[in-house]
């Protein structure tokens, strides 16, 4: 409301059949079939198909009925342990290379939209960016400072994963090396893989900041008037919804979509616009969302008493943290 982003802007209506892709798939999601989603029909296809919602579920289910095994599962979780351990090595090649992709998709955006597109919405993307950039160093650094924390040192910490989250523009690029870095700063692990895979479906700060942005911003661009208390009500819709982004194909898009047609506040073929840009913004919420799932993961080991202050002060101890990059 302050910037007025979408104020003055003359846009096109953007490619609108490629907009009824995302209106289609938004017209069937409902709370009933999301809950519904979550249950898979096949753990196979679960995870074939990247549905972190339903691999999330499975992977409590069989975690409790190992648990229920007592020694006798022993054997069958170091197994699992050594096949992560893997699968985290192969990641980490993964890691290294992604950038040149990163690269290829931000070029292709250019490309096709042309700058002439983009240009005009710097307005919407410097206001994203700052928006996460005060969520982080307000709201974030207020919750480090209740749990006797620093914000800055849990930064330095994981910057190898913001700036390989910058260059992927996707914060499920560094899962493995969050989880890893997780435990050598001091958290259990048992904590740790519980509460990272669920945040990065559940814990979405920069997605609902960003979805609540491009609502408000449509409406300025269309000249739409909207009451504080509708955007308060927007906001409060989108925090719900955002969750099940990253459980979805095409991700924000469709929560949007299906949001506005909830809503009624707006033709969905508007979100068109913010197809050029959208890469451009993923990067800041990509790093807030992967910023808040590592702050929420030290809170909750605090909280439960599970948190190895010892082994905090030296991952963060700024001699160690280059051994740690080194061994993750």
């Known amino acids: 409301n302050l910037l007025k982003p979408g104020v003055g802007i ?26 519904a989603h979550i249950i898979p029909h096949n753990i196979f296809e679960a995870f074939s198909k990247g549905e972190i919602l339903q691999i ?42 992604a950038p040149i992709g990163a690269f290829g998709g931000m ?7 042309g700058l002439a597109t983009l240009l005009p919405m710097a307005k919407l993307m410097g206001a994203v960016y700052l928006t996460c950039f005060l969520f982080i160093f307000l709201v974030l650094n207020a919750i480090c400072r209740i749990y006797k924390f620093s914000l800055w040192q849990y930064l330095k910490y994981i910057r190898q994963e913001i700036l390989i989250v910058l260059g992927t523009s996707s914060s499920e690029s560094v899962l493995p090396s969050m989880m890893q870095k997780m435990e050598a700063i001091g958290c259990k692990k048992s904590v740790v893989g519980l509460v990272i895979p669920t945040g990065y479906s559940f814990n979405l700060d920069g997605t609902a900041i960003y979805l609540s942005m491009a609502v408000i911003f449509l409406c300025q661009v269309f000249n739409i008037d909207l009451s504080i208390g509708q955007q308060i009500s927007i906001m409060a819709v989108l925090m719900v919804t955002s969750k099940g982004a990253a459980g979805v194909t095409g ?31 993923s990067e800041a919420r990509a790093i807030t969302n992967m910023i808040g799932n590592g702050i929420a993961t030290i809170v909750i080991a605090k909280s439960e008493n599970e948190f190895d202050e010892e082994k905090y002060r030296l991952a963060i101890n700024p001699a160690n943290i280059e051994i740690n990059e080194e061994n993750i």
């Open 56 to 97: 999330l579920f499975f992977a409590i289910l069989f975690g409790y009925g190992l648990n229920k095994m007592g020694e006798a599962g022993q054997s069958l979780l170091s197994t699992f342990d050594k096949i992560s351990k893997v699968l985290f090595n192969i990641m980490k090649v993964v890691m290294r290379i």
């Open 107 to 113: 070029a292709y955006s250019v490309g096709t939209y």
């Open 251 to 281: 991700s924000g898009f469709i929560v949007l979509a299906s949001t506005l047609t909830a809503l009624k506040i707006m033709p969905v073929e508007h979100i068109a616009i913010l197809l050029g840009v959208d890469r451009f913004m």
């Open 10 to 35: 003359k846009v096109a209506a953007g490619d609108v059949n490629k907009i009824k892709t995302y209106a289609e798939q938004a017209d069937g999601i409902n709370w009933l079939e999301f809950l």
